[in-house]
């Protein structure tokens, strides 16, 4: 085996493993995005019931009120 083709091959080598190492960095990368917009999206959730019973008790008061002027 000559000197030219271990060259090749470690070289052949390091650039698989940086293009593997690249592409992990990318994934990690989104999924910590994807993490980020599901935290917001559940903290909207979770906040969906309190305003829906605040809107509620607007509508009750805005009904007494027009009925107290008519």
């Not at 829906?52 to 509620?56: G, M, N, Y």
């Given at each position: 085996m000559e000197y030219?083709?271990?060259v090749i091959a470690v070289l052949g080598f390091l650039g698989s493993a940086l293009g593997a190492y690249s592409g992990f960095r990318l994934t990690a990368y989104r999924v910590g995005q994807l993490e980020?917009?599901?935290?917001?999206?559940n903290n909207f959730a979770?906040?969906?019931p309190v305003l829906?019973?605040?809107?509620?008790v607007i509508n009750h008061r805005i009904s007494d009120l027009e009925g107290y002027h008519k």
């Open positions: 030219t083709e271990i980020k917009k599901v935290d917001k999206h979770a906040r969906m829906e019973e605040q809107i509620k």
